[in-house]
């Protein structure tokens, strides 16, 4: 009886080979074109094999062959990204040892300028600041007081014109 069945077993596989659709090439590379696409770490073989033997159905290739090799190529990938975060650390501290070293040296540029300038009084930077202030205005007072005899008398409308008193009474355009 055990027999009668694994004969039957058997026929019943070869009889599905048999009802398999064979593929032609070009659409078996097709489908091997999508299933790389979907799995790009399958090699060219392996999906040929799994499409071959899935009679061309493209989700149980795809789901035969991450089952085969989903945890080998999740450890790749671990390992990949685990390569590049340490490259990338690397990286950012040289990075970082150069921008300190380039920040010590200007700090030390600095403080040596610092120590060899030597600062003024605080008594006399201040008269120094009040006496250029006082000659500031007093440069600017004349112009200032020739200004405001010119404008004595000057009426604005709502034109932007003016009627001047040293113009002699021609409308002129403001200057403004």
Do not use: N, Y
Not at 153 to 161: E, L, M, R, Y
């Amino acid at each position: 009886a055990a027999a009668a069945k694994a004969e039957e077993a058997a026929a019943a596989a070869e009889a599905e080979e048999a009802a398999a659709p064979v593929l032609s090439a070009s659409d078996l590379m097709a489908l091997m074109k999508q299933l790389r696409a979907e799995l790009p770490r399958a090699d060219l073989k392996a999906c040929k094999a799994a499409l071959e033997s899935t009679g061309g159905d493209l989700a149980a290739a795809s789901a035969a062959l991450t089952a085969e090799h989903g945890e080998a190529w999740a450890a790749a990938e671990a390992a990949d990204a685990a390569e590049i975060q340490a490259g990338t650390v690397k990286a950012m501290g040289m990075r970082d040892a150069k921008a300190q070293k380039k920040f010590a040296a200007e700090e030390a540029a600095s403080v040596e300028a610092a120590a060899e300038a030597p600062e003024p009084e605080p008594a006399v930077a201040e008269e120094v600041a009040v006496a250029e202030e006082e000659e500031a205005e007093e440069a600017v007072a004349p112009a200032v007081a020739s200004a405001e005899e010119e404008m004595v008398g000057v009426v604005a409308s709502t034109t932007d014109f003016v009627w001047p008193a040293a113009t002699g009474g021609v409308w002129d355009k403001a200057i403004v």
